[in-house]
């Protein structure tokens, strides 16, 4: 059944939250975003499939593109963040607070 | 119906990697058992009959994102002693977990109250790349071109950190 595939949508974005929320690591939490972005993906292809239109997997396309463009971008700025601080703690990057 | 056995093999596969991708410690074997995930997950797309969608998520997640994530995380040579402490996340793991069970179980409850069809193997071009490409160029063409801008400022803003470092370093 269809609705299968949105309720394991549904468990790997709550996987993904806890993995926000409860590590450090800032490369964890960059695939934990990776891991929800994919649990979008596959609640839209998911829909798509279930009214038998493609907007759903249009959409999918979008986000993969997005996530794309997320990794490129967050990796240089991990890559800068660890020359300049050393550490890859996310606490340790807290640099707004004034 | 052997849709659903194989359907049931990908979730377990997919919710492993997830789980190991949260629990490991070092952000190499989490790169790997997400690299799991999004395999498997490939695997439930093809299931969904979206033929363009399974290529792009082998292609572009499995092949190019994680490639990228397992080469700066071996890039940047990490050891042991360079990973943060986390010695409270066992604790966050489990209030996260007590805050998000109820969200989860009414999003279930949810996706169980849609009038749901047999999956079955669509035919008839359905999520194929004519087909794809058909909507993408005729409904879909504002937001394409927006990731298109998107894509060009992700490629100008790479360019300016990447020279930023080099300014200062001469």
């Known amino acids: ?14 996987i993904g939250i806890l993995g926000v929320i409860s590590r450090r690591n800032v490369f964890t939490v960059l695939m934990s975003i990776e891991l929800m972005l994919n649990a979008a993906n596959l609640a839209f292809v998911a829909f798509a499939r279930l009214n038998e239109t493609m907007d759903g ?21 991990i890559i800068l963040l660890h020359r300049q601080k050393g550490r890859l703690d996310s606490n340790v990057f807290s640099l707004l607070k004034g | 119906m052997y849709i659903d056995t194989l359907f049931s093999i990908f979730a377990l596969i997919a919710i492993a990697g997830s ?12 790169a790997l058992c997400l690299a799991v995930t999004m395999i498997s997950l490939a695997g439930i797309y093809a ?18 994102v994680m490639a990228m994530i397992v080469f700066i995380i071996m890039f940047l040579n990490l050891r042991e002693k360079d990973l943060p402490e986390e010695r ?10 007590v805050l998000l069970i109820p969200v989860a179980w009414f999003m279930i409850k949810v996706m169980k109250s849609i009038p ?6 669509v035919g008839n071009g359905f999520g194929s790349i004519k087909e794809l490409g058909q ?17 060009l400022v992700t490629l100008v803003g790479a360019v300016v950190l990447a020279g930023i470092r080099r300014e200062s370093n001469d």
């Open chain 1, 57 to 77: 997997q249009i959409l999918a396309m979008m986000v993969i593109a997005v996530a794309a463009a997320e990794a490129a971008l967050g990796l240089a700025v």
């Open chain 1, 1 to 14: 059944m269809i609705e299968d595939y949105l309720v394991l949508s549904v468990i790997l974005f709550c």
């Open chain 2, 116 to 121: 749901g069809v047999k999956n079955s193997i």
């Open chain 2, 135 to 151: 909507v993408l160029f005729t409904n879909w063409l504002v937001p394409f071109e927006i990731i298109s801008l998107l894509l």
């Open chain 2, 19 to 30: 789980l190991g991708l949260v629990l490991f410690r070092h952000p190499m074997q989490s």
């Open chain 2, 47 to 64: 299931l969904l009959s979206a033929k363009l969608i399974f290529l792009l998520q082998l292609i572009v997640y499995a092949g190019a």
């Open chain 2, 88 to 97: 409270e996340r066992f604790t966050y793991l489990i209030g996260g977990a």
